[in-house]
């Protein structure tokens, strides 16, 4: 007797090789979805601190001292003019028209202590009471061809003020400053031919 044959029991059976060929293609499936990238995009790293620099402590800053570098309780210099002012005041206060050749004598003394300022106001003072020979000093302190830095306050030559201050002398009888006033004028009239301005405007008002 023949056994019956069951074709479905059959049929449902799966090849081994079909078998793997399916795991293979679910493994691949499954490989691709994850390697598909996110729409989503992952934030970037934080940056790391910057470290903090170090607290450099400042030296302190010494406290300026008095004028001249003198420390505290001890007397200041006077500024520049302080002692001519004195003088002019010293002088009006013993006698009410002071004697232009002392005041004078009182400004060549500051000259050669080095006292400029004080020395320019006394001649300037004493030029304007009539004394000849402080005027010509002024003129002299401004002429360009006796001009120094190191005896005039002056920041240089200067025509106008040398003109004044000779002129001023020469009226007042002094001989040497009528040499140099028309010496002045030679080398004006020289400067105003080449072309220089301040020697042109002197020339016009030149007497």
Do not use: C
């Not at 013993?94 to 320019?120: H, I, K, M, R, W």
């Amino acid at each position: 007797m023949e056994r019956d044959h069951n074709p479905t029991s059959s049929d449902n059976r799966i090849h081994p090789r079909a078998k793997a060929l399916m795991i293979l293609i679910a493994v691949v499936t499954l490989i691709a979805v994850w390697l598909v990238p996110d729409d989503k995009k992952e934030p970037p790293p934080a940056l790391p601190e910057m470290a903090s620099p170090p607290q450099v402590e400042e030296p302190a800053v010494p406290l300026p001292l008095p004028r001249g570098g003198q420390d505290e309780g001890t007397a200041e210099q006077p500024e520049g003019g302080d002692r001519a002012r004195a003088i002019v005041a010293k002088l009006r206060a013993e006698n009410s028209e002071p004697d232009a050749a002392e005041v004078f004598a009182q400004a060549e003394q500051l000259q050669t202590e080095g006292q400029l300022d004080d020395a320019y106001l006394l001649y300037r003072f004493a030029a304007r009471q009539g004394d000849a020979q402080a005027a010509l000093v002024l003129g002299t302190q401004a002429d360009p061809a006796f001009f120094k830095s190191e005896t005039s306050i002056l920041p240089g030559p200067d025509l106008q003020q040398s003109y004044k201050w000779y002129r001023a002398a020469a009226a007042a009888g002094n001989d040497e400053a009528a040499a140099r006033l028309q010496q002045l004028r030679e080398r004006v009239e020289q400067s105003a031919v080449a072309g220089d301005v301040a020697a042109q405007r002197l020339m016009l008002q030149w007497q």
